[in-house]
């Protein structure tokens, strides 16, 4: 299954990161890549604009965990 279902877009960085190669975003995209193996899944996208990291899984009930637990610390 390659369609993105949704995005997840979270502001993590300062704005002047928008770089896919910046060293903490690289690590970022790791986390994801091994959160994603670890609940059978696969990282369907992620990008950066203006510190702000969009990304999606393949999986709905991963993508909805998620979501929780931003609501969660809200």
Partial sequence: MNK???LIEVDLFPSEINSLEHPEVL???ALLEDVALEN???LLFFDI???IVSFS????KLM???L???QNDS
Avoid: P
């Fill in 68 to 70: 929780k637990i931003f």
């Fill in 64 to 66: 909805a965990n998620i």
């Fill in 4 to 6: 993105v279902s949704g």
């Fill in 49 to 51: 604009e203006n510190g």
């Fill in 40 to 42: 059978h899944c696969r």
């Fill in 57 to 60: 899984f393949d999986s709905d």
């Fill in 27 to 29: 690590r970022l995209r």
